[in-house]
């Protein structure tokens, strides 16, 4: 989803992510394998760019075998949330398949037969919840029709169970027993087509452990790095250091001299913009094995011409960033007269808010292998999105997508990092140029210094509260270089999808509400990060709004209750300069409903005992936040070690996100967030000095480690019917406020910078 | 080059590398074996923990030179037969991976520990797990599993 924070011209939201119901014949497509197994091409993509639907080639969605085997294919990226067991779950679900005999494929890289494969955003299960329904309903009702024609009974006395379908009189018949009935069966018609209840299902709704989960464990796994190819050549790259930097000359002499080492190739990069799907101008040195092309790569002797980010200090870009917070920027929403409001007001609180530049760092660093051969490239990658990166390469070198393939590994994380192919890139090109199988491998240097960061951001909240106390005017700057400069680098204002990302979308009953934008340049690669700008957006309000709550003499819980007024649907009419993308949601089909926060805020406060620990004296702090359509409120408890380091010892997390599909991937989710989101409020920061990251490795660039975990992470999953939502994200933006209310209590300072000194 | 034997999970494998290249890259590159991780090269993340008679030690920062001839090196894939050891079962059982990168490195660590401590308490397991990174944020379920691996052990 996040092609649409690139650039306001370019979105176009509400095309992006609605599901396109296509008619029955284009649905289905039914056959035989060679194999003798059945095969049931289900198509449940998209719609097209402009909204009308694309014709999809059917592709094997479900292949059942006589053995009682079925197969499932997984199209979306596995990065450690779930998603390659929690899609295929449901169609097994709806089908009444048994779990054990479930195996399931990885999708290739394909537009063509499987729409959107970009697994970023948390939108696979809000995507492809219903679509994965019809396709197992459709599927359980030929396995029926078949049975019961076989049997020569009514198939309404027909249902299926564990791999079986079976007879009201108790005849049963395995799935694999039917495939040469299924052969003749009709396509059923739509009406003849039920979902099942929700209650009636055995795995959503349930905890299912992860399909590779056993493979992990014992080291079989195959992430980016473990593919093998005979004859393959391993890649090191020296990059530019600095944005925008050109290779003068070079001497690879020395590199060559090592042993191991058989080519030394310069790779073209464009300069400024560098986009987001280019590879970086450097030098890539090859060698037989990963270790003499790291010591070749020390050994080149490279000349740069560094280019016009060599000055740049990432330190005074914030400051003057700050400083531009102080004027009037863009207005990108109005409500009210907040400057009538500031008139009028009996007290005025301004604050402002910085935070840094974040890193990625997927425990995997990025990699990539790529096997020309006869004008045909094909990939393998740790990618969140491989249709991209298939569209890439065959740009990079000028051919075709038809010649490019590009299979998916398993990503050792992905957090957003590995939907920008430039890796995958390089390694195409690599590949090319030698005309043999290369793999190249980023070391975690390379990954520190050439990331797409989370931007740096300023923001500035002033808020009034009038003669009685009431909160009456909220006016919000937020100035952050944004995703969209990396490929259009006159884009000076953050896009209308990174302001939907926790700023103008503020939902609160406040009378005058301003917020504005201010203009900053991109001196660097800026990407999205695990839930993208509310990160910093939810820093800023929900620290603001208990500083709110205590000059108004309130509990943050209650202050907040209060603001969000009655049970309602929200909209933000005429109060959006700009769109207004709800994730790429129509409004009316995911409404922003306040009663819906107002649950989980409850429901937190009374999980974590709010009241009565405050009356204790813990150090507690509360933070709400819906984002990626999931709502969820989060209360965090902090103590002091005997070193004087932070201590987490409770995390209390309620989620609504809608109809739960796998509970326990839901809270490992939220355990994750919570200790991502730690690094990030604690941790965690890059800076740039003469236009260079001043980080290297995890010395530098530091990320949690077991003992500065949250102890306890209670994940509270509210039940529901709504449509499903995702959970990959929207654990982040709640916590970093949370724990830095909570610091306040303990320390008696808010914390106004990320991240948190102690 | 020098020739190395390296005894791995039972088995001696003959190679020919730089004395220098550091183990991790003698194991995944030449040996072949893919489930010892790469994370960052510098003994900073524990991604490349494997047993070296029986001790924890970062490939990644270990140089074959180092290696001495009799030594048994233990990676994930040698843990056990079946894939059934008291701590690979815990982890399933606790559902322990999210991307599951670090986690060959984490289990290492963790047979490593209750080798030497049969019953860790939390501080213990914080100082014996603190060089493991995970980054998708699995460490509650690793002390969990830890854990029950301990009263399975015992
Ligand atoms: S790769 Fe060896 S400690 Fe990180
Ligand atoms: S499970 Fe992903 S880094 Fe640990």
């Known amino acids: ?758 | 080059m020098e020739k190395y034997s390296l005894r791995i999970n039972n088995k001696v494998h003959e190679i020919s590398a730089e004395s220098e290249m550091p183990l991790l890259w003698a194991i995944r590159d030449l040996v072949g074996l893919k489930g010892t991780k790469f994370g960052c090269g510098q003994g900073l993340c524990g991604a490349c923990t494997v047993l070296l008679d029986g001790s924890p030690i970062r490939s990644c920062s270990f140089q074959l030179s180092e290696v001495g001839d009799n030594a048994t090196i233990t990676t994930i894939e040698g843990l056990s037969d079946k894939g059934d050891h008291p701590v690979q079962q815990a982890w399933i059982k606790h559902v322990v991976p999210q991307c599951g990168y670090c986690q060959s490195g984490q289990i290492l660590s963790a047979v490593a520990l209750l080798g030497s401590n049969p019953t860790p308490s939390d501080e213990q397991i914080d100082t014996a797990m603190n060089g493991n990174i995970c980054r998708c944020g699995t460490y509650n379920r690793i002390k969990e599993a830890i854990h029950t691996a301990s009263i399975s052990l015992k």
Not at chain 1, 46 to 62: E, Q, T, V
Not at chain 1, 107 to 136: H, I, L, W
Not at chain 1, 589 to 608: D, H, S, Y
Not at chain 1, 718 to 743: H, Q, R, Y
């Open chain 1, 1 to 758: 989803m996040f092609t649409k924070f690139l650039s306001r011209k370019q979105q176009d939201p509400e095309n992006l992510s609605k599901v396109y119901i296509p008619s029955r014949r284009e649905f289905l497509k039914i056959g035989s394998l060679a194999t003798g197994g059945f095969l049931l091409g289900v198509n449940f993509q998209c719609s097209g760019p402009k909204g009308d639907p694309i014709s999809f080639a059917p592709n094997a969605y479900l292949i059942l075998d006589s053995d009682n085997q079925v197969t499932l294919i997984a199209h979306r990226s596995e990065m450690g949330t779930g998603i390659r067991t929690s899609l295929p779950m449901i169609i097994a679900d709806e089908l009444g398949a048994d779990w054990a005999k479930v195996k399931i494929i990885q999708a290739e890289g394909d537009n063509e037969k499987y729409g959107d494969q970009n697994t970023d955003g948390s939108y696979s299960v809000r995507m492809f919840f219903e679509p994965m329904r019809q396709a197992g309903a459709i599927a359980r009702l030929m396995l029926i029709n078949a049975a019961a024609g076989k049997w020569e009974v009514d198939p309404s006395e027909c249902r299926t169970e564990k791999g079986q379908v079976i007879h009201s009189d108790g005849k049963t018949a395995d799935f694999g027993e039917l495939i040469e009935e299924l052969k003749n069966q009709e396509i059923p018609k739509s009406e003849d087509v039920k979902l099942k209840n929700l209650k009636d299902y055995k795995l959503i709704g349930k905890d299912v452990p992860i399909y590779d989960a056993k493979d992990i464990a014992i080291g079989k796994a195959v992430f980016g790095a473990d593919v093998d190819i005979p004859g393959m050549q391993i890649a090191v790259i020296r990059r530019s250091p600095v944005i925008g930097a050109k290779v003068v000359s070079f001497s690879d002499e020395k590199a060559l001299a090592i042993s191991g080492v058989s080519r030394v190739i310069k790779i073209d990069g464009q300069g400024i913009p560098t986009g987001l799907d280019k590879a970086l101008e450097g030098i890539a040195v090859l060698a037989d094995n990963t270790w003499a092309a790291i010591q070749g790569r020390k050994a080149l002797e490279v000349e740069w011409d560094l280019g016009p980010n060599q000055t740049y200090d990432s330190a005074r870009q914030l400051e003057e960033m700050v400083k531009s917070t102080l004027t009037n920027g863009q207005i990108r929403r109005e409500k009210g007269d907040f400057s009538n409001a500031q008139r009028k007001a009996k007290t005025v609180l301004e604050r402002s808010f910085v935070a840094p530049y974040y890193a990625h760092a997927t425990m995997e660093p990025p990699v990539a292998i790529a096997n020309w051969k006869a004008d045909f490239c094909e990939i393998w990658a740790p990618t969140q999105h491989p249709q991209w990166a298939r569209t890439a390469v065959a740009t990079a070198l000028g051919i075709p997508e038809e010649q490019v393939r590009v299979n998916v590994t398993l990503l050792g994380g992905g957090f957003g990092r590995k939907s920008k192919p430039d890796f995958v890139v390089e390694a195409a090109l690599l590949s090319k140029a030698t005309e043999g199988p290369v793999r190249v491998q980023w070391t975690r240097e390379d990954d520190i210094h050439h990331d797409f960061y989370h931007s740096l951001s300023a923001q500035r909240i002033k808020v009034t509260l009038d003669d009685e106390g009431k909160f009456s005017g909220w006016n919000h700057h937020t100035v952050f270089p944004a995703i969209g400069a990396t490929s259009t680098p006159d884009e000076l204002h953050p896009s209308d999808g990174e302001l939907g990302l926790g700023c103008i979308d503020f939902p609160f009953e406040v009378p005058n509400i301003r917020i504005e934008t201010h203009e900053s340049r991109a001196h660097t690669r800026i990407g999205w990060l695990r839930s993208v700008s509310n990160i910093h957006h939810s820093f800023a309000v929900n620290g603001m709004l208990d500083e709110i709550a205590e000059a108004r003499n309130m509990d943050p819980v209650d202050m907040l209750l209060d603001l969000l007024g009655e049970d309602r649907n929200i909209s933000f009419e005429g109060e959006m300069k700009g769109t207004f993308g709800n994730y790429g949601e129509p409004i009316e089909k995911f409404p922003w409903n306040t009663g819906r926060l107002k649950n989980v805020i409850r429901r937190v406060a009374q999980e974590a005992n709010w009241k009565e620990s405050l009356a204790q004296g813990k150090n507690i702090g509360f933070a709400a936040h819906k984002s990626f359509l999931t709502y969820v409120a989060c209360i965090v408890e902090v103590d002091k070690g005997a070193n004087g380091e932070l201590l987490i010892p409770n995390v209390h997390y309620v989620v609504d996100c809608g109809v739960p599909v796998n509970t326990d991937r839901i809270r490992s989710q939220f355990e994750g967030g919570a200790q991502f989101a730690t690094s990030l409020a604690t941790t965690s920061a890059i800076s740039f000095e003469n236009g260079q990251v001043q980080q290297n490795n995890f010395d530098g660039y530091q990320v949690i480690r077991m003992s500065q975990s949250p102890r306890n992470i209670h994940v509270h999953i509210m039940d529901s019917t709504e449509k499903p939502t995702g959970v990959g994200e929207p654990p982040v933006p709640p916590f970093i406020p949370a724990l830095c209310n909570a610091v306040y209590k303990m320390t008696g300072k808010r914390i106004y910078e990320l991240p948190i000194k102690i």
